[in-house]
């Protein structure tokens, strides 16, 4: 089994900065995109920032310029740097992993998995 873990919620003042992080771990072959989106109170859940295997990154409309995802892919980690912190960031951020399981037995990748975390609060004060 996969299991995805974020980390790094909290309470921060407006201007201020946050960095989350998420840590995929169990029979893990490879992770092609893991990144984040979030859910505000009332709202649908929206993308943050995503980054595949190979590098290739998109944010949301709403933080662009503001947020710098980054991975580990040997450790099967992400980061979420936010700068400029706005109360209407406000939300539960949850880290999604997807990919494909290791057969442990073959050494060979065996089945799709897509993954998520238990989420972390971000709550920002004005």
């Known amino acids: 089994q996969v299991q995805v873990v974020e980390s790094g919620g909290g309470l921060v003042q407006s201007g201020g900065s946050l960095r989350l992080s998420c840590a995929a771990s169990?029979?893990?072959?490879?992770?092609?995109?893991m990144g984040w989106y979030r859910q505000a109170p009332g709202k649908e859940r929206e993308l943050v920032a995503i980054?595949?295997?190979?590098?290739?990154?998109t944010y949301g409309d709403s933080v662009q310029g503001r947020t710098t995802i980054t991975r580990d892919n040997a450790k099967n980690t992400a980061y979420l740097q936010m700068n400029n912190l706005k109360p209407e960031d406000t939300a539960v951020y949850y880290c999604?992993?997807?990919?494909?399981?290791?057969?442990?037995?073959?050494?060979?990748?065996?089945?799709?998995?897509?993954?998520w975390g238990q989420g972390t609060q971000v709550t920002v004060s004005r």
């Open positions: 999604n992993a997807n990919g494909l399981t290791l057969d442990v037995k073959r050494f060979t990748p065996s089945s799709p998995f897509d993954r």
């Open positions: 169990g029979n893990i072959f490879t992770i092609h995109v």
């Open positions: 980054k595949s295997s190979g590098g290739t990154t």
